[in-house]
């Protein structure tokens, strides 16, 4: 996963907390990604930045907002944590051969 | 939205077993890629595909994809312990802003 960095790594919310999911890339690409994974369900894509200062939604952007404001940084925000949120989340970038994954956050919320 | 249907969604095997898994769409895609995941790590790219058809390996690993363009497999011969894991395949339309869409995955168990 060298190159995408996830931070922090673990994370336990009570519902009703905010917090930031911070996410770096050294590798110059302008498409970032923030998926969800839940088990049985794939990942699911959240929101997405096609290059600095633009976002869009994915499949499941709900309760979230996200952050693009320069190249190397994504951040993934969640203003009012809910149980449902209690997942694991990936950031993501595309190269020339396929997405390069980050080593994830679980998140609980309580 | 697309949808993937990946099976099965899991396997108990024997070490020295080959194995077998598949995905199925109701979109046609541009690429197909098939991605393994560790336990608490992210997915790490195995094989990508980027023509019907395409017939691809990558040491005991082959993958195919479906001249449909709606479809892939992926084989993995004499399987080993490391093998144990989750396996993804994804399909994309475009690179860039397109999002990857995948499949719900398939555990691998191996008994050794």
């Known amino acids: 996963n060298a190159g995408v960095t996830q931070t922090p790594k673990f994370q336990v919310l009570k519902t009703g907390q905010s917090m930031t999911l911070q996410c770096a890339q050294d590798?110059?690409?302008?498409?970032m990604y923030w998926y969800r994974q839940d088990p049985g369900m794939g990942l699911r894509l959240i929101y997405y930045?096609?290059?600095?200062?633009?976002?869009d939604k994915g499949e499941v952007p709900n309760g979230y907002n996200v952050s693009r404001l320069n190249k190397r940084e994504f951040s993934l925000r969640l203003e009012s944590a809910a149980p449902s949120q209690t997942s694991v989340y990936f950031c993501?970038?595309?190269?020339?051969?396929?997405?390069?994954f980050g080593s994830g956050t679980r998140l609980t919320v309580v | 939205g697309q949808q993937l249907n990946q099976s099965p969604q899991s396997m108990f095997i024997q070490e020295g077993e080959d194995v077998s898994m598949n995905c199925t769409s109701s979109?046609?895609?541009?690429?197909w890629l098939w991605y393994k995941q560790d336990p608490g790590e992210g997915p790490v790219l195995l094989i990508a595909?980027?023509?019907?058809?395409e017939l691809t390996s990558n040491g005991r690993l082959t993958a195919q994809f479906g001249i449909t363009r709606k479809d892939s497999f992926l084989n993995i011969s004499a399987s080993i312990p490391s093998d144990v894991g989750i396996y993804f395949c994804?399909?994309?339309?475009?690179?860039?802003?397109?999002?990857?869409?995948f499949g719900q995955g398939t555990r691998l168990t191996i008994n050794p």
């Open positions: 979109s046609i895609f541009n690429t």
């Open positions: 994804a399909g994309l339309w475009n690179w860039g802003a397109q999002k990857l869409v």
């Open positions: 595909l980027y023509k019907a058809g």
């Open positions: 930045s096609a290059s600095e200062g633009t976002t």
């Open positions: 590798m110059n690409h302008n498409s």
């Open positions: 993501a970038v595309v190269d020339s051969y396929g997405y390069t």
